[in-house]
């Protein structure tokens, strides 16, 4: 297994901006998914590890440790692994919890010597619209552009594969 690398990298052919709207000063990521499912079935796919690991992380990612502890002032601590087999740790504290409709976390990526190079808060607001759900993921504060592309590119696949994940799994999400 290899060590962390210090930046997640990207597949030939891709970019980091799948939609540069996203990106909107440089140092704050919005992006929005349209769910085939109520608010309260994404928030549990948000709120609990034996559902987060089946979606969290870019595409071909697993998630082999998934840690959290989630209340007003709880921490988690995940592992995304990537198809070549390195690990990219991230952690954080959930500093808002608003359920169904909002969830707001800090944001730390670790290196392979366990320094953060990524110090971010990620606000997920998700209302209702008949049914559906509209999810607003934003995420700021970001030291660079570069740190700010990197992440759009992991967010954009780690929010197609929730949305995959929620669709297939509604019936079985506890209602």
């Not at 592992?79 to 707001?104: A, F």
């Not at 990526?109 to 008949?130: F, K, M, N, P």
């Amino acid at each position: 297994m290899k060590k962390a690398t210090e930046r997640m990298p990207l597949n030939p052919g891709q970019t980091a901006e799948a939609d540069p709207r996203a990106i909107t000063d440089g140092r704050t990521l919005v992006l929005t998914r349209m769910l085939n499912a109520p608010r309260e079935l994404v928030f549990q796919a948000w709120t609990d590890p034996k559902h987060l690991v089946h979606w969290w992380g870019p595409s071909d990612f697993t998630l082999p440790h998934c840690e959290q502890d989630f209340r007003l002032g709880g921490n988690y601590r995940f592992c995304m692994r990537s198809p070549d087999g390195s690990d990219h740790w991230v952690r954080g504290e959930y500093t808002y919890i608003d359920p169904p409709s909002r969830l707001v976390f800090t944001w730390l990526r670790e290196d392979a010597e366990g320094d953060i190079w990524c110090d971010t808060v990620v606000s997920i607001t998700l209302e209702e619209q008949g049914g559906r759900t509209k999810l607003i993921l934003e995420q700021t504060t970001f030291a660079t552009v570069a740190h700010c592309k990197e992440h759009a590119f992991g967010w954009n696949q780690c929010l197609d594969r929730l949305v995959h994940f929620v669709e297939r799994s509604t019936n079985n999400l506890e209602r």
